[in-house]
């Protein structure tokens, strides 16, 4: 069996990025979700065996449900 990894790092979901103005912070927040779901998209596409994140996936620990389901998705 051949062991595949995708490697990534500091996905950081759920960042308020407040000290954007306008828009814009909602556009990244919503940008880091797009590369998580192309990121999957990837993974099997690679037919990898694990998608290693190194780093912190989550901004907080006390990550909003609304979040954690997206990230779930």
Same mark, same amino acid.
């Given at each position: +069996?051949?062991?595949?990894?995708?490697?990534?790092?500091?996905? !950081?979901?759920?960042?308020?990025?407040?000290?954007?103005?306008?828009?814009?912070?909602?556009?990244?927040?919503?940008?880091?979700?797009?590369?998580?779901?192309?990121?999957?998209?990837?993974?099997?596409?690679?037919?990898?065996?694990?998608?290693?994140?190194?780093? #912190?996936?989550?901004?907080?620990?006390?990550?909003? #449900?609304?979040?954690?389901?997206?990230? +779930? !998705?």
């Amino acid at each position: +069996m051949t062991l595949r990894l995708l490697h990534t790092a500091d996905w !950081q979901l759920g960042k308020p990025l407040a000290n954007i103005p306008g828009d814009a912070g909602a556009l990244l927040r919503e940008a880091r979700f797009a590369t998580v779901r192309r990121i999957a998209a990837l993974a099997a596409e690679r037919q990898v065996t694990a998608v290693l994140v190194a780093g #912190d996936v989550f901004d907080a620990n006390d990550v909003s #449900d609304a979040t954690l389901h997206k990230a +779930m !998705q």
